[in-house]
């Protein structure tokens, strides 16, 4: 009999051992340069294995779910979880970092390829879609958590490689709780043969969405990721604003299913994009106290982004099956690699604009960031002309069934 609570809560320590791999590795990045005598170019593309690993085995995952089936995509990902962070603490230097990154990037992928459609088949409507909030309210909360383990284990001057043998608890326990459960079966069969899969993807609704994950990813991301660079001299804390922005999201993604069942999917991705493009452009004008309440704004509004898409596809195209709901979460890891240079491109050239101008030191790396983010707000910009169609689009088809 399939335990659907127990495979849900290791779900959950799966997507927490995703978080502390991105937490406690950006924490740890200072001293691995500094150990193994890494310049930041090499630091970024070690960083860069990590967004690669995930949309790899993410669509890999998801193509031979049914085939495989989430057990042994688990235990899969267990294995590489594990060999990444052995191979990360015996690695020697960048060519190891290189390989063990990658290694923990497909173990990540590996997560969500399994656990989406899993607890998609597991539970019905809004259980669904209120389960699927709070699986992945773990990755903010991971964040946090692995963010101030990771904080406390460099000021009590533990050393890196105790602060990654710290990633090994959750991926214990998750293993532990799927260790001899019986995995659910699809609900819609036509979800099981990759030829109905990909045509319901052939179609304009999954192609859609699939454009519009691009823009929700980087939207979330992007900002986040340059969150130490950009805000460090916004008379804010940096790793407050992140702390601040993943707890919000945390404690959104928990309470997202009631939200979601009174607005439905559409609704409530319209209205994220509102508040995350209000939170960025109040991070591109304000400085002190009040970045802190851009980042409410901005967290609210990314909080629900990533489930809800997923969540939008397991309902409204469910013949798309898993490996629909993996090449849309592919796509959103795949988005914000790509992504990551051309802001670091905005960053450089906004530097240079604001330079001419005679900024220098400090003035000028807030002017730069601040110029930067209101480049950032085209995204979500974007989306809410993309959200606002989709919404009449889906009234339009309810009345067209009614």
Known sequence: MTNSNRLFYGSCFALITTAFSFSIRAGILPELGETFSLSAQQLGFINSMWFLGFPISMILGGLFYHS????????????????????????GGYTGLLLSTLLIGIGNGCTEAACNPMIADAYEG???????????????????????VSKFMTDAAL??????????????IYAYLFLGQEFPKPKVA????????????????????????????ISEFGPQQWTSLIMANSGAQPMVILAL????????????????????????????????????????????????????????????????????????????GALGMSIVGGMGMFSTSIFQPIIGGWIDSSREAQSTLGLTGDALELAAGQQTL???????????????????????????NA
């Open 68 to 91: 495989l089936g989430p057990k042994r995509i688990m235990q899969f990902a267990f294995i590489t979880h594990t060999l990444g962070i052995v191979l990360t603490i015996f690695s």
């Open 126 to 148: 809004k259980q669904m879609n209120t389960l699927l909030n709070r699986f992945h309210m773990w990755f903010p909360g991971g964040i946090v958590i692995g963010s101030l």
């Open 159 to 172: 050393g890196w490689q105790a602060q990654i043998w710290i990633i090994m608890i959750p991926t214990l």
């Open 190 to 217: 036509a979800a099981t043969s990759v030829s109905e899969n990909l045509k319901s993807m052939a179609t304009p609704i999954y192609l859609f969405i699939l454009a519009c994950m691009a823009l929700t990813a």
């Open 245 to 320: 922005i993943t707890g919000l999201m945390a404690v959104g993604r928990y309470f997202g299913g009631e939200i979601v069942h009174k607005l439905d999917q559409t609704g409530v991705l319209l209205g994220s994009a509102v508040l995350a493009a209000i939170g960025i452009f109040l991070f591109s004008t304000q400085t002190g106290s009040m970045i802190y309440v851009a980042a409410i704004f901005f967290a609210l509004g990314i909080c629900y982004f990533w489930p809800n898409m997923i969540g939008f596809v397991a309902e409204k195209i469910p013949a798309s």
């Open 374 to 400: 209101t480049y950032m707000i085209s995204f979500p910009g974007i989306l809410i002309v993309l959200f606002t169609i989709l919404y009449f689009w889906q009234r339009g088809s309810k009345l067209a």
